[in-house]
């Protein structure tokens, strides 16, 4: 029992090292690209071709001096960055390993409590800056959020009566012989959509709308707190990256085309904010409520039907 509770802890710890330095990355990866989609060359010069770069800057947020707003709350101010970070790596322990790890039956509910927990870091990081920008950016930030989980997941109860279960590995033995995306196309579109709403990514960044709203709620955060805030964000890109991989692009664990299809996800992710401009946040409400939840509705009850016809045929079969 305690050798299995040490190999739990070691797989996890090692896990989230790797997460850590592929967020690393994902950020010099998302500079690069958006240096050449205005075209020019990105970071070039900290390393060979500016790959020490992402070091660098964390070498750089992490020593600047940490400063605190006179009038915040403090202790909520230093403890929501923390939490926020601490939220999108507790993610990642849902992920199916093939040596098991903690491969337990409700890891979508799971993933599911986590991801609607990290709304209300971001509501308290808002507010206890004491500062109007930060707390409009995180109201927005947080009715965003709410709006788009709703319609998430519905779009996730779809996908879970194809497999009849709430186990992530699941998706993969059901995946082996034709991908979710070939039969279940609008919804797999509408799960990316859902997914760049639900991250604050562009064309959905309205959290920190730079126009209108300084940076958001992550105004008066600088140093250590705002690289948290920041790590918090690439995690949870790369995150759903690999969830699109699960849900509908056949998610075999033990091919190296696993990890290619999640790194072209974060690649659509970073493509997606150089192309598109900001939506407008009233469209952005109005896409969620009167457009992706009616939808997906329809297209649960889709499913639903499509499984109690496919289950009654094969029980008249078997008779």
């Known amino acids: 029992m305690f050798q299995d509770m040490f190999l739990i802890i070691v797989s996890t710890f090692i896990l989230i090292v790797c997460v850590l330095v592929s967020v690393a990355f994902l950020t010099l990866l998302e500079r690069k690209v958006l240096g050449y989609i205005h075209i020019r060359k990105g970071p070039n010069k900290v390393g060979y071709?500016?790959?020490?770069?992402?070091?660098?800057?964390?070498?750089?947020?992490?020593?600047?001096?940490?400063?605190?707003?006179?009038?915040?709350?403090?202790?909520?101010?230093?403890?929501?960055?923390?939490?926020?970070?601490?939220?999108?790596?507790?993610l990642w322990i849902c992920l199916p390993f093939l040596s098991v790890n903690l491969n337990f039956n409700l890891s979508m509910l799971f993933f599911l409590s986590i991801s609607s927990l990290g709304v209300y870091t971001i509501m308290l990081a808002g507010w206890s800056s004491n500062s109007n920008y930060a707390?409009?950016?995180?109201?927005?930030?947080?009715?965003?959020?709410?709006?788009?989980?709703?319609?998430?997941?519905?779009?996730?109860?779809?996908f879970l009566l194809m497999i009849g279960s709430f186990d992530i590995i699941d998706l993969f033995k059901y995946q082996e012989n034709v991908w979710f995306i070939?039969?279940?196309?609008?919804?797999?579109?509408?799960?990316?959509?859902?997914?760049?709403?639900?991250?604050?990514?562009?064309?959905?960044?309205?959290?920190?709308?730079?126009?209108?709203?300084?940076?958001?709620?992550?105004?008066?955060?600088?140093?250590?707190?705002?690289?948290?805030?920041?790590?918090?964000?690439?995690a949870s890109i790369l995150f759903m990256s690999m969830m699109c991989s699960m849900l509908f692009l056949g998610a075999n664990l033990s091919s190296f085309g696993f990890f290619l299809k999640s790194v072209f996800m974060a690649f659509l992710w970073i493509w997606i904010r150089g192309s598109l401009p900001r939506y407008r946040y009233d469209k952005l409400m109005y896409l969620a409520w009167k457009s992706y939840l009616p939808i997906a509705l329809n297209m649960y009850m889709y499913y639903l039907n499509m499984g109690l016809l496919m289950y009654i045929l094969i029980m008249e079969f078997e008779m």
Not at 51 to 79: G, R, V
Not at 143 to 157: G, P
Not at 204 to 214: I, K, Q, R, T, Y
């Open 135 to 158: 707390m409009l950016g995180s109201l927005r930030s947080v009715a965003q959020s709410i709006s788009y989980e709703v319609s998430l997941v519905l779009i996730l109860m779809s």
């Open 49 to 90: 071709i500016g790959l020490l770069q992402p070091f660098s800057d964390a070498i750089k947020l992490f020593t600047k001096e940490q400063i605190y707003p006179h009038m915040s709350n403090l202790w909520l101010y230093y403890i929501c960055p923390i939490m926020n970070l601490f939220l999108a790596l507790l």
């Open 182 to 234: 070939m039969l279940m196309l609008p919804l797999s579109m509408m799960w990316v959509v859902t997914s760049l709403a639900e991250t604050n990514r562009s064309p959905f960044d309205f959290a920190e709308g730079e126009s209108e709203l300084v940076s958001g709620f992550n105004v008066e955060y600088g140093s250590g707190g705002f690289a948290m805030l920041f790590m918090a964000e690439y």
